[in-house]
């Protein structure tokens, strides 16, 4: 079973702003042959069309970044990770788990019956995993 995190997700019409803000920009500074912010300008472009996923599933914890056809995953495995703190205040109604590897942490915010099915995912994928509660 995949459970996915909730992200904030921006509207078309925002995006479509941005974008013709971004290309606006580009232009004007071709325009002015300021070379040094051209490719700063062209990441602001393609920052437009960059999408994200948090995903926990049976494999472990995974955030998929795409940008058109250009995929990357950033998988940890339930053997790599050591933490799982559950925040039920910062993200309310929903739940935040931080999950820790070493003394690196991810953040996935996620409904309250996602995050109790991932965490019984977890105790049973990995009993050594510590699991806390926290902002009691």
């Avoid at 995929?71 to 933490?83: F, G, L």
């Avoid at 993200?91 to 003394?103: E, R, S, T, Y």
């Avoid at 690196?104 to 510590?130: C, G, H, Q, W």
Wanted: hydrophobic residues 50%.
């Amino acid at each position: 079973m995949r459970y996915y995190g909730i992200l904030r997700q921006r509207r078309p019409w925002v995006k479509a702003v941005l974008l013709l803000l971004a290309v606006c920009m580009l232009l004007l500074e071709i325009a002015r042959k300021q070379w040094i912010y051209v490719p700063v300008m062209l990441m602001a472009v393609l920052a437009c069309f960059f999408q994200k996923e948090h995903i926990v599933s049976q494999e472990g914890v995974d955030i998929y970044s795409r940008l058109f056809s250009c995929s990357q995953h950033s998988c940890w495995t339930w053997a790599e990770i050591t933490t799982i703190h559950r925040d039920p205040r910062k993200a309310a109604p929903n739940v935040m788990l931080h999950f820790g590897k070493d003394i690196s942490t991810r953040v996935f915010v996620m409904t309250p019956e996602d995050a109790r099915a991932v965490l019984a995912l977890a105790r049973k994928m990995n009993p050594k995993i510590y699991i806390a509660e926290m902002g009691r």
